[in-house]
Nanobody, 115 residues
Framework: QVQLVESGGGLVQPGGSLRLSCAAS????????MGWYRQAPGKQRELVAT???????NYADVVKGRFTISRDNAKSTLYLEMNSLRPEDTAVYYC?????????WGQGTQVTVSS
């Protein structure tokens, strides 16, 4: 398994921006499909975005055009650039690594969008 550590969360006003990072340990990072998920209070965890080893991306409809997922294989780091944030984006954001069905999760980072 790979260990994942998220960072970059915080409090931001509506319309603001944040950049999340996820640092991965081990050597599997370049071969794993990486993803960001989020879980709001009282709701199920949901997909935000994924990126394959070949850098194909997939986004939830609610974040398309506002969020950008990217990866730096040399640094074993996953990113999520979040712009035009809305109060409904408030959640704990989790990093995920999927290697042939074997999944690892980070501990999460809180994002709060509020004025």
């Amino acid at each position: 398994q790979v260990q994942l550590v998220e960072s970059g969360g915080g409090l931001v006003q509506p319309g603001g921006s944040l950049r999340l990072s996820c640092a991965a340990s081990g050597s599997i990072f370049p071969f794993a499909t990486m993803g960001w998920y989020r879980q709001a209070p009282g709701k199920q965890r949901e997909l935000v975005a994924t990126i394959t080893p070949g850098r194909s991306t997939n986004y939830a409809d609610v974040v398309k055009g506002r969020f950008t997922i990217s990866r730096d294989n040399a640094k074993s780091t996953l990113y999520l650039e979040m712009n035009s944030l809305r109060p409904e984006d408030t959640a704990v954001y989790y990093c995920n690594a999927d290697l042939s069905g074997r999944r690892s999760w980070g501990q999460g980072t809180q994002v709060t969008v509020s004025s």
